[in-house]
């Protein structure tokens, strides 16, 4: 049961015969300007078929909560409404993430490590010479972009032209 004070004033009390049981000390509640916010710890990890009940068996599907005097052993294999398996899916993008880049892309992933692992100073020396240079140029060394203005120098055999 819940009993809270609502922003208005008045006193707001429900009452659920909950299906399953659950772990009071790991449940809250909050009291919002628009609704009572209520969230119950399982004390299984497993799928719940109604919130109320007289604690028919759950739903297969579902892993034991910590401490909870679940099921032991692997999980159980949770039917997705998809018929998609998730986990499946998430290790293959996790695998394709992990494949060597080549080309273009290799090169820009290696700039955003060199950018991301930098000092300040270092960041620094790469935004003023790429913006200064129209891209044309990409220094990592502070000390040297400080001084001045980094000039515009294209790849040879090309010509920079400033568009108006």
Known sequence: SVSAK???G?????ELDLAHPVVPDQSAYKVLSTKLEIKLRKEE???????EGDGAPPLPGGT???GGGGQSGAAVKGPYASGRDWSKIEKT????????KEGEAA?????QKIYADASD????AMNKSFSESGGTVLSTNWNEIAKEKTS????????YRKWD
């Open 45 to 51: 990890g497993v799928r719940w078929s109604a919130l």
């Open 152 to 159: 515009v120098k294209p790849p040879d055999g090309m010509e």
């Open 93 to 100: 993008l996790a695998a394709e993430a992990e494949e060597k």
């Open 121 to 124: 100073d270092v960041k620094k």
């Open 64 to 66: 034991p909560a910590a």
């Open 6 to 8: 609502l922003a208005l």
């Open 10 to 14: 008045s006193e707001y009390s429900l």
């Open 107 to 111: 090169l820009n992933e290696m700039f």
